[in-house]
């Protein structure tokens, strides 16, 4: 299993560098300065970029990289991404260049219409790299999907095993647990939690990656159906909610005016 290693970037991205031996490849690189410096100090060649939706800090750095690295480009079907030359959809697997690490496309529109994950093939260590879909301890803005598209794509990722460690693409962690505790402050995962990425990022770590376990039982986006949460949903919208779904919908406009 080739290690992972987070490059901050901008004010709370993660670029993810996946490395072996002297290859590397790297999801989502927003800006290339802070790839191009990791790469020269630990002596690495860059095989292969991977991106998982079109925003431009998650593709901003393609053509700086690609013009240095001519690799290839895995990225989705459905969107423009700078420099593509792999178009992916839902079943479609790939093996990253140098790293013979095997990774399956998932479909998970909603933050963006045309979002993919990539989900590893290994059960012995199993990584899903998730982009701006789920976060850790929250999930991505609706900016071109639905909030039934969302909440179908978070379904598919709770289903990964739970093992699973789930890479995003933000340090949000801790404003996304503030928030899960004001939906769910009777539950005590969440609180152990809260604490646990507290003391992290108070040391200067990262709390990412989580796990599909931790997600499961905190995150409030994949738990949109669980009583409490449905509860908190119907009691914020003032009326009664129809399904999970519907209360999903609640949850996310209720987070996107939380402060
Ligand atoms: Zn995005």
């Given at each position: ?24 490849a790297v999801v989502d690189p927003g800006d290339a300065g802070p790839v191009l410096a990791y790469l020269d100090r ?41 420099g593509r030359t792999h178009a992916l959809v839902e079943g479609d697997t790939i093996t990253v260049p140098g790293l ?47 909030a039934a598209q969302m909440a179908a794509s978070l379904a598919k990722l709770a289903a990964l095993p739970a093992d ?96």
């Amino acid at each position: 299993m080739p290690a992972i290693i987070p490059i901050p970037a901008f004010s709370d991205n993660y670029i993810w560098v996946v490395r072996e031996g002297a290859a590397a490849a790297v999801v989502d690189p927003g800006d290339a300065g802070p790839v191009l410096a990791y790469l020269d100090r630990e002596g690495l060649a860059l095989t292969a970029i991977v991106t998982t939706h079109h925003h431009g800090d998650h593709v901003g750095g393609n053509a700086a990289l690609l013009a240095r690295f001519p690799v290839p480009v895995f990225g989705p079907a459905h969107e423009t991404i700078p420099g593509r030359t792999h178009a992916l959809v839902e079943g479609d697997t790939i093996t990253v260049p140098g790293l013979g690490l095997a990774l399956r496309v998932l479909d998970v529109p909603g933050h963006t219409a045309g979002h993919i994950a990539y989900v590893s093939l290994d059960s012995a260590s199993p990584i899903a790299f998730v982009g701006d879909t789920l976060f850790a301890g929250g999930c991505g803005r609706l900016f071109e999907g639905t909030a039934a598209q969302m909440a179908a794509s978070l379904a598919k990722l709770a289903a990964l095993p739970a093992d699973t460690r789930v890479y995003c693409a933000h340090e949000y962690t801790l404003a996304n647990l503030h928030f899960a505790l004001a939906v769910e402050p009777g539950n005590a995962a969440l609180r152990e939690r809260q604490t646990r990425d507290r003391g992290k990022r108070d040391r200067g770590q990262p709390t990412v990656p989580s796990t599909i376990a931790e997600e499961r039982a905190t995150n409030p986006f994949l738990r949109a159906g669980e009583p409490a949460v449905f509860a908190a949903a119907q009691a914020h919208a003032g009326r009664k909610l129809a399904d999970a779904v519907d209360a999903f919908a609640v949850v996310r406009e209720w987070k996107n005016g939380f402060r």
